[in-house]
């Protein structure tokens, strides 16, 4: 079945450090959009890639597109803890469903 | 403009009884979600809907769970009889079209079957 695997599954930084949680498929992606769900809250979209190689930025947020369109990460630049919370990609097959990934789940320690 | 409303917020039941989820998707929005997430882990797609169609349910469960959208805005879901494992938080999400773009969650329903 269409899959979408995240990793890290857990990440701790120090306030302040960089962040970044990277997203694979094995099959092509139409497009690959990113959630933040914090803690107790529900998945607020934040960002949809679409073309190959694309990048994207959201002041300290940076986000990617693989060349291959199999791949996405998320990079977070001196993290700060407004921060926190769980980092969902969550891929389009060509179908309009989008498949979530396993999500990272970002703590920052003060 | 105002958001996905779900209704109820938590609902605590016992197996084998039964319970139904409301959404009220944004004004205009014809595609409709429901997702089921359980602890640690992602949303996993149940249902979805175009205005009053089913798009796809491949993944829901048809002998237990039941969804409709009569008049293409409001939408329940049914889970009847309930099992331990159903329970999570259901998220009723919507999108203007089948583009895809952008889906707006609800705050979610946490449902517990003791």
């Known amino acids: 079945g269409q899959q979408v695997m995240q990793i890290p599954q857990y990440q701790h930084v120090q306030e302040g450090e960089d962040f970044t949680t990277y997203c694979n498929s094995s099959?092509?992606?139409?497009?690959i959009q990113w959630y933040k769900q914090r803690p107790g809250g529900h998945p607020v979209f934040l960002i949809q890639l679409v073309k190959s190689g694309e990048v994207k930025k959201q002041k300290r947020l940076t986000f990617q597109f693989g060349e291959a369109k199999k791949n996405s990460s998320l990079h977070i630049t001196a993290t700060q803890t407004t921060d926190v919370g769980t980092y969902f990609c969550?891929?389009?097959?060509?179908?309009?469903?989008?498949?979530f990934g396993t999500g990272t789940r970002l703590t920052i320690i003060p | 403009e105002a958001g996905v409303a779900q209704s109820p917020r938590y609902k605590i039941i016992e197996k084998r009884q039964s319970v139904a989820f409301w959404c009220n998707p944004i004004s205009g929005h014809a595609t409709l979600y429901w997702y089921q997430q359980i602890l640690g882990q992602g949303p996993k797609l149940l249902i979805q809907?175009?205005?009053?169609?089913?798009?796809?349910d491949s993944q829901l469960p048809k002998d237990r769970f039941s969804a409709e959208r009569l008049k293409g805005v409001d939408s329940t879901l049914k889970i009847q009889p309930a099992k331990l494992e159903d329970s999570a938080v259901y998220l009723c999400?919507?999108?203007?079209?089948?583009?895809?773009?952008?889906?707006?969650f609800g705050s979610g329903t946490r449902l517990t079957v003791v």
């Open positions: 969550a891929g389009g097959f060509g179908n309009e469903k989008l498949t």
């Open positions: 809907f175009q205005n009053n169609g089913v798009v796809d």
């Open positions: 999400a919507s999108s203007l079209d089948l583009s895809g773009y952008g889906y707006t």
């Open positions: 099959t092509t992606l139409s497009n």
